[in-house]
């Protein structure tokens, strides 16, 4: 047995147990993360900011998916639910990383208690208060990750629910996929036989007279666009991807066409070499239809054109003299119509008793896509489009609802729901055009004069709406022997 000298406890009390103040305050609630490291050294091991917690990331990705699953293909949430199942065993894997580091927690906790237990005998006094408190906060340690592994053991059980959920979510995505595939293939065979049908008719009918073909040639039209278009239902993504590529090339045409226009008109300007008030204007604004054409001042010096004479024309493309007046286009902007196609456009404007001319570089381009788009309305009976009515004989129409405008082979019919507000056969008195002036908004809206009593200004969805709906009525008024043109317009030759 080891003799204890008398002295122990003094010398334990002056140097090896210095006394811990009864003021000291701990930076910190919980207990470091230690580790064993070597030569049986305890090292600070510092948390993983890049760790997320188990049910913030679960829930921030199950709302994610519950948010896109309405718009998602099925293809599109069978691997969502894929990805969601590969997160949750991540996360699960990383649940069992923690418990490990909170059982070696434990371990330390539990070594440290001992050693303060073998401490306590030893001294007395201060010392052995301070020895006791020091043990109460381990204890409190103790039972702060006591509660943080009941709180793991609860995670881990909702991230195994979720992944269940998961993994059930997957397997139903991936029938759901399986039974898309076997409907399509079935729909699409059903069309490649009605195609097959249809062939076989046109086979039958080039032995039959002209007549009969011209008599059945629509049933058999029609018969092939439904089986294009249950083909074609069963290739969205083609379609989609088409779409896009057209709206690329539409954008770049678009922004090819501006940098051409302007270097037309800096081409130009280094021609003219003399100063001139003709430099400080010019117009801007894409020569296309669905745009309009704006008087923009060139340099600070230009004066302002708020009390002048402002007139549009349109120019014959081969005879620069044929100059027609457009009736009502006397504002510094102008939202160009269909009329204006393959025409040159020519803004006068009367400043300080001098005459300024402006016109376009080349003759107007049509929209693109706008051609095959009415080509396609009009072998409709009636198409229908949302508008809002701005005015009504000349004044401002204060309920701005919804209206239908009903454009037909016959006649044209204005509706707000159930009532009809105008409806009017094609007949001389009739006018329909673009406005003309307004700024930006003027590409959207048109001029209607139903009869010589009733007229309106309605505004369209788009300018591809607008130029649309003006075109057909001028399509289905022509099949009637009738021109429609805006106030004051000649009518167009009919070459």
């Known amino acids: 047995m080891t003799k204890v000298d008398p002295d122990f406890d003094d010398r334990m ?17 919980h207990f470091p993360n230690y580790k064993i490291g070597p030569n049986n050294q305890i090292v600070e091991v510092k948390e993983d900011q890049k760790v997320f917690r188990t049910k913030e990331a679960i829930a921030r990705e199950a709302v994610q998916l519950f948010e896109q699953q309405k718009r998602l293909s099925v293809r599109d949430l ?21 418990e490990a580091v909170l059982l070696e927690k434990s371990v330390i906790l539990k070594k440290l208690r001992d050693a303060l237990e073998s401490l306590k005998g030893r001294v007395a006094g201060k010392n052995k208060d301070d020895v006791k408190e020091a043990i109460s906060m381990v204890e409190a340690l103790a ?17 195994k629910k979720l992944g269940d959920f998961f993994k059930t979510a997957t397997e139903d995505a991936k029938k759901l996929v399986d039974e898309e595939k076997a409907n399509a293939l079935t729909e699409i065979q059903n069309a490649r036989a009605a195609v097959q049908r249809v062939e076989e008719a046109l086979h039958e009918q080039e032995q039959i007279s002209h007549s009969s073909i011209n008599q059945n040639m629509e049933e058999i039209m029609k018969e092939v666009q439904e089986a294009r278009r249950i083909k074609m239902l069963h290739q969205p993504s083609k379609v989609m991807d088409m779409e896009h590529e057209l709206k690329g090339l539409r954008i770049q045409l678009l922004e090819k066409s501006k940098q051409s226009l302007r270097l037309q008109k800096e081409l130009l300007l280094m021609k003219i070499g003399e100063e001139d008030i003709r430099e400080f204007y010019e117009l801007d604004g894409s020569e296309c239809l669905g745009s309009y054409l704006t008087i923009r001042p060139c340099s600070d010096k230009a004066p302002s054109l708020s009390g002048c004479s402002i007139q549009w024309f349109r120019l014959a493309v081969d005879d620069a003299s ?26 006068e404007v009367v400043l300080n008793e001098r005459l300024i001319t402006m016109k376009t570089i080349g003759s107007i381009d049509p929209a693109p896509g706008l051609g095959s788009y009415v080509e396609a309305l009009v072998r409709r009976q009636d198409t229908e489009f949302n508008v809002v009515v701005i005015q009504m004989n000349g004044m401002e129409y204060l309920t701005q609802s919804l209206h239908v405008l009903h454009v037909g082979k016959m006649r044209m019919k204005l509706c707000r729901g159930k009532n009809i507000v105008a409806k009017e056969f094609y007949s001389a008195s009739m006018q329909l055009c673009g406005v003309r002036g307004g700024g930006n908004a003027a590409a959207q809206a048109l001029f209607w004069q139903a009869n010589s009593s009733l007229s309106f200004v309605l505004a369209f969805e788009s300018e591809r709406e607008r130029n649309a709906a003006v075109m057909l009525a001028r399509r289905f008024a022509f099949d009637c022997n009738i021109m429609l043109v805006g106030p004051d317009d000649r009518t167009p030759s009919k070459d």
Do not use: C, H, N, W
Request: no cysteine; proline share 2%; aromatic share 4%.
């Open 13 to 29: 009390k002056k140097e090896d147990v210095p006394s811990v103040s009864v003021d000291v305050k701990f930076t910190s609630t």
């Open 78 to 98: 069978a691997s969502k639910f894929e990805k969601g199942l590969i997160a949750s065993s991540k996360l699960s894997d990383e649940a069992r990383l923690r």
């Open 143 to 159: 039972a702060q990750l006591t509660e943080r592994e009941s709180e793991l053991i609860r995670e881990k059980e909702e991230v």
């Open 322 to 347: 044929k100059k027609e007046l457009i009736s009502g286009a006397m504002k510094v902007s102008y939202a160009l119509e269909p009329l204006d196609v393959g025409r040159i456009l020519q803004v």
